[in-house]
Structure formats: structure tokens, C-alpha cells
């Protein structure tokens, strides 16, 4: 059962990542004017150097109050370590190794499929970009990912304008992942509506050890993993994995290499020096999307267009980053540098070619905490100033037959984005807090052309004043009740900013005009623990404005981004764990639910039908049985159900699926571990998901849009601990 310490008892190191919330763009500055720039920029800085002021007043203010605990149940995850803001005062959740111990993952999806309020829909079948969304933020994003932020320990595995290739993320190198959904995160990162996945590099509690897995299956699939974790004053972290797959689709080939990397060392008796780094590859083929009807009688075939046009994507990212973190009787204070190197090689059917994208950007934070009592008062404060700033270079060509063709496009990009959080958890009753926060943020992107486009311009400055706040209240040990209001922004990406117009071989880059989309949220929860069964439960409900919708003609197409007017973003996420045996025998069934309900509000075009792309609800059924000989078992259940719109005129639909996974396994020895796999148990044709959303399907036989699900799939995997 994981703890939160008031502000006068929370010790342990800090890490370089706190929640805030933000919604509707509400300009503090004017725009434009040769001071304007700045004037936003001094306004930071002028509040960033109050800072030592403020911490000199709180620390000769401090009083050491005596020690409490409460304890709160957080089922099917860990405690988590990051966020203290969003942790107390919002839904969060943590994903461990462990959790993944005995199971065969080869997907995002598989990885946090028991984490309520996340959506993963799976594209082709293997570590490719899934559909991912928290709260119906992302929606239509794939292949590049958006509106979720991803994290390296609390500095971002993403370009400048903080669009990232989920493809390149292996979570299994890591000891935990953590997961915030909302925005009460403003601290951790700036700019994004739905919700942030933090990976950790270290485990302080895990023992040292030389671990090496492989498993392989059905289709050609293969995986193998190697870790090490090291003790002493020098602490260290490291994996690498190198997998592989046929595909269950033709034209389905991948394949995928990645290495985690990371040492912390101990600078006296009250710092800590972290030098991190990550690399992955990946190379995959593309079969892409069918009709409806080939879909559903032919699921693994490819179109006429995959056939010619060879679609696949070779994709690197490599991330380097440091930070140094120190503690006092009184709080902590960290600083961290990252930088991240991208390049990415898409070829893409005919109408929109092939897309030669090089990203370089930088970023770091400042963080300051304090622990203070003031009137009577337990406090926990935090300032928090984050930057980053990058360059894409990006040269678009035809697609003749498989080979790249002519160029018909060339940009460069420029990112920056500034932000300073600030925010205090006060504590007025051992069982009660109330929180409050706000960020200030600046930014720009800027998007010039070349040749053969050389006219091509695009410039957006965006400034906003986002407040957030909360409370929490907690009766007894073993229940806690949380509410939360917060707004935020988010601004466009350069993909959402640039579209290809014309019909192949004439095609030509054009831009978007787009202005930053923002969100106001109101939510609430519960969490506890009855008996022996813990359980949680959270309500929201976000009012949209200006929603970034990237849309697709009739035939799948892209065809850019536009702002919508108004929308609704509500939703109940729900999970629990039910010890229905913990003696030597043990006997667990865990159920995760994510209802969601996202629609336009009084739009004048679309009224307020659904959004598309969005399933009403997701869940999963997991009952779990280990014995004392070693031998475990489980059965899960995933479903997507409810009729899904693919268009947001609400035209076309499909049906949602449940499939049914396996497993069992057998742990002979402290060292060995050895299990099966079945997915897709009884063989069950269904969609996973679409490639992007329509904005009217007006001939809905002729879309070919649909991205079927693999078959039935055995897995068979070991693990020995050295």
C-alpha cells in the first residue's frame, strides 16, 4: 500500500517532474509590437528571481512538525514518485516491471492496458504508432503522436513542438512508468491537454541483477532483452532489446532496437549527479487501411495502393540528458539538461509522398521545493521554470513506384516554449489539503520555406495564464476523496500547421491557419481500500475550445488540421483489484473501465454529434492465480465497446470487439521463469482501429480507412536472472 507524507515528512529525492492544469487560451500579453517578446520574457525572469527570496523567507519561517502518514490505495499500481501536486490532488497512476513479469508485451497497448483513462488502439498489429489518447486529447494524431506528452524521467523524449513517435518508445527498458491524466501536471510539462507518461531510468529499491528474456511466436515474432542493475555509491541502469516480426498482414515486416542507459551518483551526503541516455530504431513496413468490406473478408490482404506505392517508415531517435538534484532539512532543488536527436524517413502512399524529417531540440528545467509552516499551516511549495527549443528540418518528395521521386517541398520549423509553475499544497488538518497553482507560459512556432517552396510561412506567438487547484480529503486511512479544477492550452504542431495540397505527381506544401486549443477541467474521485478489494474511481468533465482536429478526405487521406469551435470532453475512468485469495494461494481479479464521451458542442457545422475515432467505453477483466510451487495462470478480457464513428458527421461507423488472452506460466527456481501466451484466444476477426478520422465519409463503401486486428497468436517466453 503506497504513502503520502505531508509536506513536513516528504523526504526522498526530488524528481524533476509536478502537475498543474490549464485550459481556454486566455492572452496575458498583447500580441505583436517590437516589445512585446520582451516584456514576456522579463516578466519570467522577474518572477523566477523571486525565488531565492521566497525560499530564504520560508526557510527561516520553517518549523518541523511532528511525523504523520496517510496511506492510500492505489489499485493495480505503484506509488508514485514524481508529481506531488498531481499525485494528492489528482488521478495518477504507475505501471511497474513487475506488473509486467510472466506476460508477454510486444506493445504499448499491452503495457498500460490495465490503466484506466488511457486509450491505445492498436494499428498493425505490432510496436507501430497506435492510436493513443488520454480524455480524447490525440485523437486523430497517428502516425505522430500529440496531445499527450512523453517523458524521460521529466524531460521530454519528443521534438520542440512535442509531437513524438510512440513507435520508438520500448517501455519494457524501464523500471516503472508513470501516468497523469488531466492537467493538473502544468509543472511537469507545459502545453498539453491530455495527460503525461513519465518513464523512470532507476528503481532505488531494486536489488542488483543481470537479467536476460526472449520469447518468440506466431508470425515470425521474436524478441530478446538484456538488463543489468548495479549497487553501490555508484548506481547504475541499463537495458537493451531487439525485436522483430513478419507481421500477421502482408507487407507487415518490423522490426525495432533499443538501448536505456543511466548513472546516479552521490555528491556528499545530500546530492545526487544523473547522467541518462536512450536510443532506439525502428524499421516497419505499412500495409495500411481497407474498405470496410475488404476488411472484413479479406483482413490480411493489402490495397491496390500498398501494392505500388511500398509504404514503410525508418525512424532513430537518440536523447542524452544530466540533472543534478540536492535536498535540505527544508526541500529540494534539481536542474536538468536534455537533448534529443531525430530523424525520420516516411514513405507514405502517393497523395502524400515521402517525408525526409531531421529534429534536433533541447530542454531543461529549474526546479525549486520547499517544505514550510506558516500560521499554524503545513506548506509545499514549488516553483518550476521549463524550456525547450528545437529545429526541424523536413524536405518532402514524390512517391514514384516505391522510390522517392522529385522534391516538391522543403521548411524548416523553430519551436520554443517557456514556462514558469508555481504552486503550494497546504496542509490544514493531518487528513485534509487544500492545493493552488498557476502557469505562466510563452512560446512560438515558426515555419519558413524553401526551395521548391520557397513561399511557404507560417508564425504563430501564443501567451497564457493557466490557474489550477484542488483539494483533498481523507476520513480514514483507507479512503481518500479528491476534486480538481484546472485549464491549460495547447498549441498546434508542425505537422498540424503544414498539409499537402494537389493530386499527385502536382502536389505542393500549404500551411494551416491555427491557433492554440485549451480546455477547462472539472473532476473528481474517490479511492480506497474495502476490505480486499482497492478500487478508484474518477468523474471529468473538460469544455473544449478550438479543438485541433487533423482530418482525411473520403478515401483516408490526410488533408490537414483545422480548429473546431466548441466541444465537450467527458468521461469516468474506474479500476479494481480484488484479492479474492492472498494466503499462500493466490487468487486476483483486476478490472479496468474507461467510459468516454466526447462531442461537439453546438458546432455550426456538426451540431453536437460524437467526435470521431473515440469508442464510448474500453476496459479489460484480468483474473490472475499464482501458486506456492511456482506455477501461475490468468485469463484476460479486452474489450472495445459501442459503436465507433469514423467520421464526425457521424455517417459511418464500425463495432466494437472483445478479444480473450491466456497465459500461464511456471517459476521452477528464484532464477528461471518460463511462460505461454494465447492472444486473440478464439480467433476473433475485428477492427482494431482506423487510420485517422473523416470529416464526412460521403461514399462509405469506396473508404478504405479500416485497420484490421490480428488472428489467434501464440507467444512462448523465458527469463533467467544471472
Known amino acids: 500500500m503506497p504513502c503520502f507524507r505531508p509536506p513536513c515528512q516528504a523526504g526522498g529525492w526530488l524528481s524533476p517532474r509536478h502537475g498543474c492544469a490549464q485550459t481556454a487560451p486566455r492572452p496575458i500579453f498583447r500580441r505583436g509590437g517590437p516589445c512585446a517578446r520582451p516584456l514576456r520574457l522579463g516578466w519570467l525572469l522577474g518572477l523566477l528571481c523571486a525565488i531565492p527570496v521566497l525560499i530564504r523567507a520560508a526557510d527561516e ?48 497497448a499491452e503495457a498500460l492496458r490495465r490503466t484506466p483513462g488511457v486509450m491505445l488502439q492498436e494499428s498493425f498489429g505490432g510496436f507501430e504508432p497506435p492510436r493513443l489518447s488520454i480524455r480524447g486529447s490525440g485523437l486523430d494524431s497517428a502516425p505522430t503522436s500529440r496531445g499527450v506528452a512523453l517523458l524521460l524521467d521529466g524531460l521530454p523524449l519528443a ?34 491537454l491530455g495527460g503525461v507518461l513519465n518513464a523512470g531510468s532507476f528503481d532505488p529499491a531494486a536489488p542488483p541483477a543481470v537479467t536476460l528474456g526472449a520469447q518468440a511466436g506466431d508470425f515470425g ?22 525485436q522483430q516480426s513478419d507481421g500477421w498482414r502482408e507487407h507487415s515486416t518490423q522490426e525495432r532496437a533499443a538501448l536505456q542507459f543511466a548513472l546516479h551518483r552521490s555528491v556528499g551526503d545530500d546530492a545526487r549527479l544523473d547522467v541518462s541516455a536512450y536510443a532506439a530504431r525502428a524499421d516497419y513496413e505499412v500495409p495500411g487501411p481497407l474498405t470496410l468490406a475488404l476488411a472484413e473478408t479479406a483482413p490480411r490482404s493489402v490495397n491496390a495502393a500498398v501494392q505500388r506505392d511500398r509504404p514503410r517508415r525508418d525512424s532513430s531517435v537518440v536523447h542524452f540528458a544530466t540533472q543534478f538534484k540536492s535536498r535540505t532539512a527544508h526541500g529540494e532543488s534539481a536542474f536538468g539538461l536534455a537533448a534529443l536527436g531525430y530523424q525520420d524517413e516516411f514513405f507514405q502512399l502517393q497523395p502524400n509522398g515521402v517525408t525526409d524529417l531531421n529534429a534536433h531540440a533541447v530542454s531543461g528545467h529549474a526546479t525549486f521545493s520547499r517544505r514550510v509552516n506558516l500560521g ?48 503550494d499544497v497546504v496542509w490544514l488538518r493531518p487528513h485534509f489539503a487544500l492545493g493552488a497553482g498557476f502557469a505562466a507560459l510563452q512560446g512560438r512556432r515558426e515555419v519558413t520555406g524553401r526551395a521548391p517552396s520557397p513561399g511557404l510561412r507560417a508564425k504563430l506567438d501564443f501567451d497564457d495564464f493557466s490557474p489550477r487547484g484542488g483539494v483533498l480529503w481523507a476520513p480514514r486511512e483507507s479512503f481518500t476523496l479528491h476534486a480538481a479544477v484546472s485549464r491549460s492550452i495547447e498549441p498546434p504542431t508542425f505537422d498540424d500547421l503544414v498539409t ?8 505542393a506544401l500549404a500551411t494551416r491557419p491555427l491557433r492554440p486549443q485549451s480546455a477547462v477541467t472539472f473532476e473528481t474521485g474517490l479511492r480506497g481500500r474495502t476490505g480486499q478489494i482497492d478500487w478508484s474511481i474518477t468523474a471529468y468533465r473538460a469544455a473544449w475550445r478550438r479543438e485541433i482536429l487533423r482530418l482525411a478526405d473520403a478515401n483516408g487521406l490526410p488533408r490537414g488540421a483545422v480548429n473546431a469551435a466548441r466541444s465537450r470532453h467527458e468521461g469516468l475512468e474506474s479500476s479494481l483489484r480484488w484479492h479474492l485469495r492472498d494466503d499462500a494461494h493466490k487468487l486476483t481479479l483486476t478490472l479496468t473501465s474507461t467510459l468516454g464521451h466526447f462531442r461537439f458542442d453546438d458546432d455550426p457545422v456538426h451540431g453536437g454529434n460524437r467526435l470521431a475515432g473515440a469508442p464510448p467505453h474500453t476496459g479489460s477483466a484480468d483474473l490472475s492465480y499464482e501458486s506456492p510451487r511456482g506455477f501461475f495462470a490468468g485469463i484476460e478480457t479486452n474489450w472495445v465497446a459501442g459503436r465507433i464513428p469514423v467520421d ?13 488472452q491466456l497465459r500461464a506460466g511456471w517459476r521452477p527456481s528464484p532464477r528461471w521463469l518460463i511462460h505461454l501466451t494465447v492472444r486473440n484466444l478464439f480467433d476473433r476477426d475485428h477492427l482494431a482501429s482506423t487510420a485517422g478520422v473523416l470529416d464526412v465519409a460521403r461514399n462509405p463503401a469506396a473508404t478504405a480507412i479500416f485497420l484490421p486486428g490480428p488472428g489467434r497468436g501464440f507467444t512462448l517466453g523465458a527469463e533467467l536472472k544471472l
Do not use: C, K
Open 500 to 507: 499537402v495540397q494537389g493530386a499527385h505527381p502536382n502536389l
Open 376 to 423: 499554524g499551516t503545513s506548506h509545499q511549495w514549488l516553483a518550476r521554470l521549463t524550456g525547450t527549443t528545437g529545429r526541424d528540418t523536413v524536405d518532402r518528395y514524390l512517391n514514384m513506384n516505391a522510390q522517392r521521386g522529385a522534391r516538391f517541398g522543403s521548411f524548416h520549423a523553430h519551436a520554443d516554449t517557456v514556462a514558469l509553475s508555481v504552486e
Open 61 to 108: 519561517a520553517a518549523i518541523v512538525l511532528p511525523p504523520w502518514i496517510i496511506e492510500e490505495t492505489r489499485p493495480a499500481t505503484a506509488a508514485v514518485h514524481g508529481d506531488y501536486f498531481a499525485s494528492i490532488l489528482g488521478p495518477v497512476s504507475a505501471v511497474t516491471a513487475g506488473d509486467w513479469s510472466g506476460r508477454s508485451i510486444t506493445t504499448l
Open 159 to 192: 521534438r520542440a513542438d512535442g509531437s513524438f513517435h510512440s513507435g520508438l518508445f520500448d517501455p519494457l527498458l524501464f523500471p516503472r512508468v508513470e501516468i497523469y491524466r488531466g492537467t493538473l501536471h502544468m509543472a511537469l510539462t507545459p502545453a498539453v
Open 648 to 660: 464526425h458527421a457521424n455517417r459511418m461507423f464500425y463495432d466494437g470487439h472483445t478479444l480473450t
Open 221 to 242: 515474432a521474436w524478441r530478446t532483452q538484456l538488463s543489468a542493475r548495479t549497487a553501490g555509491p555508484l548506481l547504475g541502469q541499463a537495458a537493451a532489446a531487439l
